[in-house]
């Protein structure tokens, strides 16, 4: 029976399938031969039509058609039939945008495929990860003396999370525009007057858009399974969401006892700055993951602007009169680290 079942199966099996299968080493061999004219007849039967008012799906598989494409460009080259070769690898340039030149291709073949744009249009994905805060305090201000103060600030771990677009210009240039939504927080302690201390603990919400170059330290776009560096550098605009804070003041009483003080979340948005430019320094890595590829990069936020907003340091009086806490300026750093996919998009023409 299962014998019976095997013979069935073979008998029904597409002859066509089987004899394209054919037809692409029957063209090689020809190739090969030296019979360089053969060649373009021999795949015909095999080869998809959509011209001169024909229409006709051809039976190669796709790794067939791509190695058949290649094989008829060599053919029009060595026939110096140049637009033919041209409209050929276009064909398989479609098909594969990512098609890896052979080590042993020969020298017309390379000049011809330099001849076309093989790197991306467009390429669009999502990152995310985590950041810490680094403060540079600009000025001093406190309800204590502010020279004998023991301010500390301390960043929590962030998230970010968002899309990303990059536009290459060349093999080593590109533009890139990303937007995050990030969440941030630190802690201040601080001592004041000789008896009490206050943890003020932040929290803050950021729609982070940064812009800048990249420029790949490799080859790009040879497609190869390694991994690509590259470094960058723009300029990011932060839009301030939300802050809130929670602030504890322990009074010592006694050697032996504590008065704890605290409330609910204080919203704080109104102390700061909503808008926060930064400088954009950065350096990651791609690794080719199907038709995309995975990131990891590591980049510096360098804060040009007062993140508190001078106007409004004294106008929460709780702060001031409960807790003892008013706001230093001081500029926001951030260090991000995120991982993430990138897919392209080709659109492959002749350039030159």
């Not at 594969?96 to 042993?104: A, G, I, Q, T, V």
């Not at 040879?222 to 804070?245: D, Q």
């Not at 080719?288 to 990891?296: A, D, I, N, P, S």
Request: aromatic share 12%; charged share 25%.
């Amino acid at each position: 029976m299962l014998l019976l079942l095997t013979v069935s199966l073979v008998a029904n099996a597409d002859p066509k399938e089987k004899d394209c299968a054919k037809t692409l080493e029957e063209a090689k061999a020809a190739y090969e031969e030296g019979r360089i004219n053969d060649v373009p007849n021999i795949l015909n039967d095999c080869m998809d039509v959509f011209e001169d008012n024909k229409v006709r799906k051809g039976n190669f598989d796709r790794n067939q058609k791509i190695e058949a494409y290649r094989l008829l460009s060599l053919t029009y080259l060595y026939l110096n039939e140049e637009a033919n070769a041209e409209r050929t690898l276009l064909k398989l340039l479609k098909l594969e945008p990512e098609y890896r030149l052979k080590n042993n291709e020969p020298s017309e073949f390379k000049n011809l495929y330099g001849n076309f744009r093989v790197r991306p249009v467009l390429a669009f994905g999502g990152k995310g990860g985590g950041n810490i805060m680094r403060f540079n305090v600009t000025k001093t201000f406190s309800t204590n003396n502010p020279q004998t103060s023991t301010e500390t600030y301390t960043s929590g771990v962030g998230f970010q999370v968002g899309g990303a677009v990059e536009l290459p210009l060349n093999k080593k240039l590109g533009l890139f525009l990303e937007t995050y939504f990030s969440g941030r927080s630190y802690t201040l302690n601080n001592e004041l007057f000789g008896y009490a201390s206050t943890n003020y603990e932040e929290n803050q919400s950021w729609i982070e858009i940064p812009l800048g170059v990249r420029y790949n330290l490799g080859d790009k776009y040879n497609f190869s399974g390694h991994l690509k560096p590259y470094v960058f550098a723009g300029v990011s605009t932060g839009l301030l969401l939300n802050a809130s804070t929670v602030v504890i003041r322990r009074d010592r009483v006694s050697a032996e006892e504590l008065r704890e003080v605290t409330g609910t979340a204080i919203p704080v948005s109104n102390l700061r700055n909503r808008l926060n430019i930064s400088a954009l320094f950065g350096a990651g890595v791609e690794l080719k993951q199907g038709r995309g590829y995975l990131v990891l990069d590591v980049r510096y936020y360098m804060g040009l602007m007062n993140a508190v907003n001078s106007q409004q340091r004294y106008s929460i009086n709780e702060l001031i009169f409960k807790y003892g806490h008013i706001d230093n300026d001081f500029k926001i750093n951030n260090i991000a680290i995120s991982v993430g996919y990138m897919y392209p998009i080709y659109k492959p023409k002749k350039i030159r």
